[in-house]
């Protein structure tokens, strides 16, 4: 079974220090991995999709890499803001249906 | 665009009684899902739907049913719910199969069973 994993737990950061998200997964036959961010007691917003090709994708401040072979993606955010605060979770695609495999996630503190 | 929504938002329900979350997108996606999400277990599969009339079970099925006779609507029932149903629950949907299509997630239910 997949296991997807997120080191660290939680992360505080000064404001406009970059910030450095690990997702880790056991199993490299992925279809594609997904950055979702979560506010508190919100849904889930889509950040980034990596297809299972691709080795990076990027949308404004943010960037994702994907390194399958090392099971391994890391999610950039450069220079961080307060607004930036939330719950980051990176999903993998498991099969071509589109289920997801969630990481338990990183809880991330911007402070002014 | 209301995009993806989920009725009720809050639900406070008794052990055994029967209830349904509701699910409704505009999007006209074809793949539709619904999770769980726990305190120590992280967002968890219970059921997916490929289009009307198809769908089948995720990683924790047990004491749920769901149905999709529209294509936008994808209802989620407890049975007869118990104390461990207590959670949240987000629905979500996909334009169609494969590594291109990202999910996207409504509001989410915060179900409690007393």
């Known amino acids: 079974k997949q296991e997807v994993t997120q080191i660290p737990a939680a992360l505080s950061v000064p404001e406009g220090e970059n910030l450095v998200l690990n997702c880790s997964f056991t199993?490299?036959?992925?279809?594609?991995l997904q950055w979702f961010r979560q506010d508190p007691g919100k849904g889930l917003t889509s950040l980034l999709l990596?297809?299972?090709?691709?080795r990076e994708q990027t949308s404004g401040r943010l960037n994702a890499s994907l390194d399958k072979s090392s099971g391994r993606s890391t999610l950039y955010i450069a220079a961080s803001q307060p607004g930036d605060s939330a719950t980051y979770l990176c999903a993998v695609g498991t099969d071509s249906w589109g289920k997801l495999q969630f990481g338990a996630g990183t809880q991330v503190v911007v402070t002014p | 665009d209301a995009g993806i929504t989920q009725s009720p938002r809050y639900k406070i329900t008794e052990t055994g009684r029967q209830v349904t979350l509701m699910c409704h997108q505009t999007w006209s996606h074809s793949y539709m899902f619904w999770y769980r999400q726990d305190l120590g277990h992280g967002l968890r599969l219970i059921y997916y739907?490929?289009?009307?009339?198809?769908?089948d079970k995720g990683e924790v099925p047990d004491g749920y049913v769901v149905s999709r006779s529209k294509t936008e609507n994808f209802p989620l029932t407890l049975e007869s719910a118990t104390r461990s149903q207590t959670s949240v629950y987000f629905c979500a949907s996909s334009e169609s199969w494969g590594s291109s299509y990202e999910q996207y997630f409504g509001p989410g239910t915060r179900l409690t069973v007393t």
């Open positions: 739907s490929a289009a009307a009339d198809i769908t």
């Open positions: 199993d490299s036959a992925i279809y594609n």
């Open positions: 990596i297809q299972s090709s691709q």
